[in-house]
């Protein structure tokens, strides 16, 4: 069973600056099956990225996936005010599907 | 546009049981593997289990935590999905979510993501 670690646990950014979360995992993920979730408060979860580095539908170009094997990055190159959310990084490539425990990007 | 609406969540005694359903619109239920995912209160998120689609004759996977409790099952007729949890715990306490999956299934394996998520149904257990 893979298990996910996210760090860090809380970023506290200003609008326009960069983001930098990071995803290891206990063990290699298979081909490259990454995905990474953004949740606001009271809200679902919305997909933001999928197969490490392609972007879901709507999200815009500041977001960037990268990494493989253990070691998964989700870089936002400029905070917009709707980005503050929490992310979650999951792995699909083998069963169980697990997500890390969350990084959290609030307002500094 | 793809919908995804739960249902059926509610306050329940340890050792009950509760069904949860999810309406789908907005695209052939039949064509997708369907996924239950919650979160407990403050907590992240835990991946519950998944029903194949018909392609992959509607075979469903559990995590360990919910297995031979939980059962997923599917009417593509109605668009909707159901989660039937018996012998609830606490520890089962939790929002959760039907979320579509996409990707790649065969009958022995399975590769998804999850590109829509319903907005959620409150699941407590407490005496």
């Known amino acids: 069973e893979i298990v996910l670690t996210q760090s860090p646990g809380t970023l506290s950014l200003s609008p326009g600056e960069r983001a930098t979360l990071s995803c290891r995992a206990s063990?290699?993920?298979?081909?490259?099956?990454l995905a990474w979730y953004q949740q606001k408060p009271g809200q679902a979860p919305r997909l933001v990225m999928y197969d490490v580095s392609s972007r879901a539908t709507g999200i815009p170009d500041r977001f960037s996936g990268s990494g493989s094997g253990t070691d998964f990055t989700l870089t936002i190159s400029r905070l917009e005010p709707e980005d503050f959310a929490v992310y979650y990084c999951q792995q699909y490539g083998s069963s169980p599907w697990a997500f890390g425990q969350g990084t959290k990007v609030e307002i500094k | 546009e793809v919908q995804l609406v739960e249902s059926g969540g509610g306050l329940v005694q340890p050792g009950g049981s509760l069904r949860l359903s999810c309406a789908a619109s907005g695209f052939t239920l039949s064509d997708h593997y369907m996924d239950w995912v919650r979160q407990s209160p403050g907590k992240g998120l835990e991946w519950v289990g998944r029903t194949r689609n018909k392609a992959n004759s509607y075979i469903t996977d559990y995590a360990a935590s919910v297995k031979g409790r939980f059962t997923i099952s599917r009417d593509d007729s109605k668009n909707s999905l159901y989660l039937q949890m018996n012998s609830l715990k606490t520890e089962d306490t939790a929002v959760y979510y039907c979320?579509?999956?996409?990707?790649?299934?065969?009958?022995?394996?399975?590769?998804?993501?999850?590109?829509?998520w319903g907005q959620g149904t409150l699941v407590t257990v407490s005496s």
């Open positions: 063990q290699s993920v298979s081909s490259s099956y």
């Open positions: 979320a579509r999956a996409l990707g790649y299934c065969s009958t022995t394996i399975c590769f998804a993501y999850f590109d829509h």
